[in-house]
């Protein structure tokens, strides 16, 4: 195909009615197809990162990865210049893509061309275009000329995804935009592409600017402050303060001061005026991260807030305005708290009027690679590794494996299984692929009722072997789900005692109680 033709072609697909992810992959498939390369790449730039939007020929984690600029100076030369860069394969420096080719898993790539070019969308620098291709000598200088020809339809591409962003932006602000579009201005922080995640940040996008209270709902580790902090950047207090408060690390003497604050001498040590959170987050949001770990006597001057917008200082006479909005966020039933007792109904009610369940991981599909995906790079960076991906059947281990600790747990997972491979002797001039074995998926210890046994209890045959005590049965019992809230939280105890429901000191005393080492 010629490059009018391809011209031709990309020009036809932008007054065609496509999605933007369609138009794009559309788009770099076309320049992958006409040049014969290996992978082609279109990455955005977000401040020191470059974020890929849409690939051909890369693995299937590409797209959840995030390259700082500072550490691939191929990407940050075609950055830097006007016109199209190019690469030899005797270049010295790096590639971004090595053992990253589709259908090369792991693979070292020693011999092969790369080529680039910068994109400008209003006179500003937008990103770049990334060609790879596994045989020398594939980006001549024809080649080269043909991309320049081209890169005006490539950023044509851009400008309009970008133009139809914004004009999805004001059919929401309408209440016009149909559930499952994806929002303008997505927060790329936020990983995946699941219908699950793009339905929940349609539905943050819709309640941000609601000044209603809101309720994020989900397990443990599915990132529910990041969620928070999205719903809080795209409301209009965005200019003002997000405070983060974790109820579950408030003692209950302290609760009350660290919320509302106090005045001078309202108690031993308060010698000045000291404003709470409520005051700090003035103008913008509260985030009240595990509120149902809240003492019920906090829970009665909370109401009082969200009802009036009013607080009183701890030993202060009068009462003050605030004007906060506040979003709470917990990995419990609150309903089932309501029901014991331990949670007020009239609350509950003031913080659920916009409940929002995140999904778990093992609801998300291939999301689970896309995160992978940026884990990976982080720790590639963080290890100073050539280049760090999964193999297949890697892969394959981390769409079968239940997530009982979601995106917190994947992330220690992949972490401990790249210190794993630089222990076990790979050279950081390698391109390291992580095996299934390494990742030690099958030496965790799940909750009940993750996995289903192969066989029951009653299929088992009845043996003489005596029974254990009972108190070795409960020890026992104790050693499992101390160790498996360990594993999910990556060692941290403080985390661990909340999943447990246990206070952190008593954690510690049973732990050594059974021997298990802190």
Sequence with gaps: MTVSAIHLLLLTDLVADLPVAVRLQRLVGSLRAHFGCGAVALLQLEQEHLRPVA???????????????????RLAAILQ????????HDSVRPDPYDGLIAGRVGEPLPVHDCMGMALDVEGERWGVI??????VGAFDAQAQAALAQLAC????????TRLEAQIRGLRLSAGSLPVGVPAAGADNDIVGQSGAITHLLHELQVVADSELPVLLLGETGVGKELFAHRLHRLSGRAAKPLVHVNCAALPESLAESELFGHARGAFSGAVNDRPGRFEAAEGGTLFLDEVGELPLSIQAKLLRTLQNGEIQRLGADRPRRVNVRVVAATNRSLRDHVRDGSFRPDLYHRLSVYPILIPPLRERGNDVLLLAGRFLELNRARLGLRSLRLSSQAEDALRRYPWPGNVRELEHVVSRAALKAVSRGAGRKEIVTLEPDMLGLDGLELPAGWATPARSAADEPMTASPLPAMHEVVEASQRQAIRQALALHGDNWAAAARQLQLDASNLHKLARRLGIKA
């Design 55 to 73: 690939v051909a020929g890369l693995v299937n984690d590409a797209l959840g990865r995030r390259f700082a600029v500072k550490d691939h100076p």
């Design 81 to 88: 210049r006007r016109g199209v860069t190019c690469f030899h």
């Design 153 to 160: 339809a490539v950023e044509a591409a851009v400008r309009v």
């Design 130 to 135: 990334t060609l790879d291709a596994l045989e």
